[in-house]
């Protein structure tokens, strides 16, 4: 008989990292696909989504992790519970900091945490392209963990440009794991249902153009997604929001806004599936859903 995990090496690896620090950016390099979502504005990355990348004997699963902040609320909660899960049982961790600037208290936060783990670590100072004081910058990061007892191992570069550097990490990667037979089968690329990543696709159009708080009480979900004989993709979405009042500052006036969140969304999903796409989105609203267990469990959020 043989045996497939004399031959093959799997594990986990967690992302983590203040908001913003371009942690999906850096996931999205490694798999060399598009999974995350990313855009400018912080707390993107609610859902604890996993990529995958395999070669013929090895499987890196990555666990990205939401951005560790304090809880204000109970989707706060619900996002730093996600990171103790996700980082409980790895194999490595990957620390990605932003060189632009030094630590902040958010920073010292998350070094808390990966101080206590004796998993190795890598630690990423991403966004050297635009840093100016990139080699400073990385000495206040590493002293904030100097007394961490497992292994670290240092990357400068930039994730959304730099795939040179970005393959090291991932050579890194691969040097570390366990012996394992493969988690999950070869061709996965992602637990997320499709349904899941176009929601996020949308969600990730909408922050971008909605200004100040609004974002952060915005969902999505697809209700709906069926391939027409020719082809077409048609799906159909919500944006909820909690208040009556967000519903028109989504929709815009004449229902503008609303449109330009629907055809950057349609665009992103046409490259992606390769295919042409309708998309239906409605706004509704679940009042105060982010306080609502029930709701957030109905929006994915478990
Ligand atoms: N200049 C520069 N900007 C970058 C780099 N990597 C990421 N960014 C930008 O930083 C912003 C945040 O990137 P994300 O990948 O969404 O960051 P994140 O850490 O996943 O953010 P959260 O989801 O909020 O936790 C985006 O505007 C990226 O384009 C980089 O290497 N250089």
Same mark, same amino acid.
């Given at each position: 008989m043989t045996d497939a995990s004399q031959n093959?090496?799997?594990?986990?690896?967690?992302?983590?990292g203040k908001p913003n620090v371009g942690k999906s950016t850096l996931l999205n390099s490694l798999l060399g696909v598009k999974i995350a979502p990313t855009s400018?504005?912080?707390q993107t990355t609610r859902k604890h989504i996993?990529?995958?990348?395999?070669t013929d004997t090895e499987q890196i699963i990555f666990v990205d992790t939401p951005g560790l902040h304090k809880p204000k609320d109970a989707l706060g909660k619900y996002m730093n519970n996600e990171v103790h899960t996700a980082l409980a049982d790895v194999d490595a961790i990957i620390?990605?900091?932003?060189?632009r600037h030094p630590p902040t208290d958010e920073d010292q936060l998350v070094a808390r945490q990966v101080r206590e783990l004796r998993q190795p670590l890598l630690l990423v100072g991403n966004k050297v392209d635009a840093a100016k004081y990139p080699? %400073?910058?990385?000495?206040?990061?590493?002293?904030?963990?100097?007394?961490r007892t497992g292994d670290t191992t240092e990357f400068t570069l930039s994730a959304q440009n730099d795939p040179v550097a970005v393959m090291d990490v991932r050579t890194s990667i691969l040097g570390l794991l366990p012996e394992n037979p493969f988690f999950f089968p070869v061709g996965a690329a992602s637990d997320q249902s499709r349904e899941q990543w176009a929601a996020e696709i949308v969600r990730e159009e909408a922050m971008k153009k909605l200004r100040d708080e609004l974002p952060y009480a915005v969902a999505t979900r697809v209700n709906s997604w069926t391939e027409r004989d020719d082809g077409l993709q048609r799906i159909e979405a919500e944006i909820v929001v909690e208040k009556p009042a967000h519903k028109g500052m989504v929709i815009g006036a004449g229902?503008?806004?609303?449109? %330009?969140?629907?055809?950057a969304a349609r665009k992103q999903l046409e490259v992606f599936l390769s295919r042409k796409v309708y998309l239906g989105l409605q706004v509704i609203v679940i009042p105060n859903w982010r306080e609502d267990t029930e709701a957030l469990r109905e929006l994915g959020y478990e």
């Amino acid at each position: 008989m043989t045996d497939a995990s004399q031959n093959t090496r799997a594990g986990f690896v967690a992302i983590v990292g203040k908001p913003n620090v371009g942690k999906s950016t850096l996931l999205n390099s490694l798999l060399g696909v598009k999974i995350a979502p990313t855009s400018p504005r912080p707390q993107t990355t609610r859902k604890h989504i996993r990529g995958i990348y395999n070669t013929d004997t090895e499987q890196i699963i990555f666990v990205d992790t939401p951005g560790l902040h304090k809880p204000k609320d109970a989707l706060g909660k619900y996002m730093n519970n996600e990171v103790h899960t996700a980082l409980a049982d790895v194999d490595a961790i990957i620390w990605v900091v932003d060189l632009r600037h030094p630590p902040t208290d958010e920073d010292q936060l998350v070094a808390r945490q990966v101080r206590e783990l004796r998993q190795p670590l890598l630690l990423v100072g991403n966004k050297v392209d635009a840093a100016k004081y990139p080699d %400073e910058a990385f000495k206040l990061y590493r002293a904030l963990i100097e007394s961490r007892t497992g292994d670290t191992t240092e990357f400068t570069l930039s994730a959304q440009n730099d795939p040179v550097a970005v393959m090291d990490v991932r050579t890194s990667i691969l040097g570390l794991l366990p012996e394992n037979p493969f988690f999950f089968p070869v061709g996965a690329a992602s637990d997320q249902s499709r349904e899941q990543w176009a929601a996020e696709i949308v969600r990730e159009e909408a922050m971008k153009k909605l200004r100040d708080e609004l974002p952060y009480a915005v969902a999505t979900r697809v209700n709906s997604w069926t391939e027409r004989d020719d082809g077409l993709q048609r799906i159909e979405a919500e944006i909820v929001v909690e208040k009556p009042a967000h519903k028109g500052m989504v929709i815009g006036a004449g229902g503008k806004q609303l449109k %330009e969140i629907g055809q950057a969304a349609r665009k992103q999903l046409e490259v992606f599936l390769s295919r042409k796409v309708y998309l239906g989105l409605q706004v509704i609203v679940i009042p105060n859903w982010r306080e609502d267990t029930e709701a957030l469990r109905e929006l994915g959020y478990e």
